[in-house]
């Protein structure tokens, strides 16, 4: 598989976000792509420091609140140590990351809460998964392998709301990891 | 917590998925990003790829610790490992293995040039969590033990070199369902190697050369370790790069003396293991296949037994080899007719006629060969006489022999001359002449023989 079509650069990363931020109302977190980015199959990885050592863990889909908190549907018994970091009052990252371009930004935050998971976030779940599914296929991955990584059990959902304090570029490339300054 | 065994996790990571990575600074802030490379070290350790100065790499450098997720590709079980940072490895084994493997990764999703690896950072692995969730029942095991255990049966069982090599890789196809393969033996000057052994190519190659650190077989005769990626990169193939390589290497003039490399046009799993003997590297087993991802940690072991039992075996060889000490009487003089066979004495090629036959060691052994038929009339010969002959510039222990005069007789048969070779007993062997020659030694200009 060669270039793959809609790739991005860091450096791309950076104008499209000045030039978002330009018109855009002071309190948003995020620019209107990013906010897209984060809501439509991305891969979303989380991670948070618990009794003293890292952990990591992952997300099943991500909505966009009006408030501006990004509330993250996740696997309560999958995330026990990241869910704990929280719990614990510690801070958390979260990288969302989309395919096929490999378009990926991160958070930080030290403003997030963990909760139920409702109703209301099923079908944003089941339209998410599928989406990435789409996306992880045009990379050369089967759906079946998409939807064995992403599988989980709906009886054991949780949420985490964040909101961004600190925003960085993360795709791949010349400039990877720069912070998207407020 | 499940007890220390990343043995048990090694096609989590083979890399069918990213997996996840997170580290702390010293403050406590979190980093999370995807890395394309977890890779199995040993039982206690993995490596990270380390490509950029960034965060992650700041915080794995101030707190040395991080934690990543892991993902086997056909149970869907998730794993997560704590580790603790070692050390970065910049060149040896691990490195270039990773290396090789990253600029396959960059390549399958359009980033060519976008990973370099700058180093294989080592962890220690301190604890390892099966991550809840749903999975799927393991696979069938392959059976790869009684397939290696069939193959080094067949290894066993050859009775001379030859059998041996051009056996091996039919093995490998019988026993592993690998259609394309080959053997490249490590050259006297110990900075190429030299293919003796082909199978399931359009055309056989043998006699190609690649140079030490080029593509997957350079790099693992040059670090002796296996390399095995699942999807190739042109900065792995072997292509126009081959062609260079030997005009580098001393031949008088371009491309009539290059011998073409047979492998695959689109391979897009490759792995190459060293054949290694006591006294150091023998020479290299290739296999390749237009699937992605088609050789994994298990076919690595598989493949690395049989490739030892194969050097084994290339060792015994030799060994009896030179307990034997035989000559043969001569026989009548030939007429001297025909074709024209000339000698260049700078890369000592051989040319029928205006045929490239093959140059170095192999052609002045041939020309070795006809000039004593010339003037003694024989016919028979010892490798003994061969490694004792000054003239033929041959290192002090010519190990290779051997692989020589089968690389030679494969390409007199090859380019159908009226010259051929063949074994005639345990360390003799005998030229066949079909028609007459006139013997031309390029650079002294004296016509006929010499």
Known sequence: MQSSPGTVTPLEDIAAWQSQRSGQDPRARLT?????????????????????????????????????????????????????????????????????????????????????????????????????????????????????????????????????ERVFTQTPGPGAGAELPR | MTPLAVDGLRRSMEGVFASMLATCDAEGTPNVSMISQVHYVDSQHVALSYQFFNKTRANVMQTRMASVQITDPSTFLHHRLDLDYVDTRTSGPIFETMKAKLAGIASHHGMDGVFRLLGADIFRVVRIEAVPGPTLPPSEPRRLLASTRLACAELAAAQDLETLLDGSLRWLDVHYGIRT?????????????????????????????????????????????????????????????????????????????????????????????????????????????????????????????????????????????????????????????????????????????????????????????????????????????????????????AENLDARLILLRKRLEERRTCLSIERSGRGRFRLHLACGLTLVEADSDTGGSP
């Open chain 1, 32 to 164: 209107p792509d990013l906010v897209a980015l984060a809501q439509n199959g991305a891969t979303i990885l989380l991670g948070a420091q618990l009794d003293g050592r890292p952990t990591v863990g992952f997300g099943v889909c991500c909505r966009a609140l009006p408030d501006g908190y990004l509330r993250i549907i996740l696997s309560r018994s999958a995330n026990a140590g990241v869910l704990a970091a929280i719990a614990a009052g510690g801070r958390l990252a979260a990288t969302f990351t989309g395919a096929p371009s490999h378009r990926a930004f991160q958070v930080k935050t030290s403003r997030c809460r963990v909760g139920a998971a409702t109703q209301d976030d099923r079908p944003e779940i089941e339209r998410q998964a599928n989406l990435f599914y789409d996306g992880l296929s045009e990379i050369g991955f089967t759906r079946d392998l998409a939807a064995g990584w992403l599988a989980l059990d709906m009886a054991d959902l949780a949420s985490v709301e964040l909101l961004p």
């Open chain 2, 181 to 397: 393969a080959m053997i490249l033996m490590l050259d006297e000057d110990r900075e190429h190697l030299f293919t003796v052994a082909t199978r399931g190519y359009a055309r056989s190659g043998v006699g190609s050369e690649v140079a030490l650190g080029e593509g997957v077989i350079g790099v693992a005769a040059r670090e002796s370790t296996p390399i095995r990626i699942g999807h190739v990169t042109r900065e792995y193939r072997y292509g126009s790069a081959i062609t260079e390589t030997a005009r580098q290497a001393g031949l008088v003039s371009g491309d009539a003396q290059t011998i073409r490399f047979p492998g695959l046009s689109a391979p897009r799993s490759q792995m190459a293991l060293p054949i290694r003997g006591t006294d150091g590297l023998l020479g290299v087993l290739f296999v390749e296949d237009e699937e992605a991802m088609r050789f994994d940690h298990e076919d690595e072991d598989a493949l690395a037994i049989f490739a030892d039992h194969l050097a084994a075996r290339i060792a015994l060889f030799r060994r009896e080899e030179a307990d034997e000490m035989e000559e043969a009487a001569p026989d009548p003089l030939p007429e001297q007719t025909g074709q024209t066979l000339r000698f260049h004495p700078l890369d000592q090629s051989v040319f029928l006629d205006n045929d490239y036959i093959i140059k170095g060691v192999a052609g002045a052994i041939l020309w070795r060969l006809v000039r004593e038929h010339r003037a003694t009339g024989r016919t028979e010969f010892t490798t003994r006489e061969l490694r004792l002959d000054a003239g033929l510039r041959l290192p002090a222990h």
